[in-house]
């Protein structure tokens, strides 16, 4: 007789090297995966770096350019005499102002103005060229809270023994010139007018 039959799985060797590789598929997949966002992610934070980087640079030529008296003097565009030694620019809502300090000869500086051409959508008639003025009228024209830590340089024309001060208004820009009389020091105020 016959001994009998049990009912005993065996699991085919075809099928365990199939769910093994489907295993070893899945995590290598997953591993695989998770190297490839990594480097994604390291190449993405690199070239927004390189990107950011680019665009501050460019940001700040426009804005050394925008600092420069040559930007507002168009005749000093060329002219290696002028030296700009420092410029900044604040808001002061809703506009922008801008103060500079540069070395120049008052009568170089008082004629390049003369050839500013002003801008002619403005309803505020532009000057045909500088006037003198006074201390106490430029002050008026100056609010306390502008004089702060990155405009002091500017401020410290004050302490100067001898000075002066023209205005004049070319649209859209009004501007105050202080020349120091012992030297060819020029505080340069600009400030952009509203219409």
């Known amino acids: 007789m016959k001994p009998p039959a049990y009912n005993t799985i065996k699991s085919p060797p075809r099928l365990i090297s199939a769910v093994?590789?489907?295993?070893?598929?899945v995590t290598s997949c997953d591993r695989v995966g998770r190297r490839v966002q990594k480097m994604k992610d390291f190449i993405s934070s690199k070239?927004?770096?390189?990107?950011?980087?680019a665009i501050d640079s460019a940001s700040q030529a426009r804005l050394a350019e925008l600092l420069s008296i040559q930007h507002f003097i168009p005749e000093f565009k060329d002219d290696s005499s002028i030296k700009q030694l420092i410029g900044t620019q604040t808001e002061s809502f809703p506009v922008y102002v801008y103060y500079l300090k540069y070395i120049a000869p008052q009568?170089?500086?008082l004629a390049g103005m003369k050839h500013i051409i002003p801008d002619k959508?403005?309803?505020?008639?532009?000057d045909d060229s500088c006037t003198p003025t006074s201390i106490a009228e430029f002050n008026k024209e100056c609010s306390k809270d502008q004089k702060?830590?990155?405009t002091a340089y500017f401020w410290n024309f004050s302490h100067l023994k001898k000075i002066a001060i023209y205005g004049c208004f070319k649209a859209p820009f009004r501007h105050y010139i202080i020349f120091d009389k012992n030297s060819d020091t020029v505080y340069?105020?600009?400030e952009e007018i509203m219409d």
């Open 47 to 53: 070239s927004n770096r390189r990107g950011d980087t």
């Open 148 to 150: 702060d830590a990155q």
């Open 121 to 126: 959508k403005f309803s505020i008639p532009s």
């Open 188 to 190: 340069h105020r600009i």
């Open 20 to 25: 093994l590789l489907f295993a070893l598929l």
């Open 107 to 109: 009568n170089k500086v």
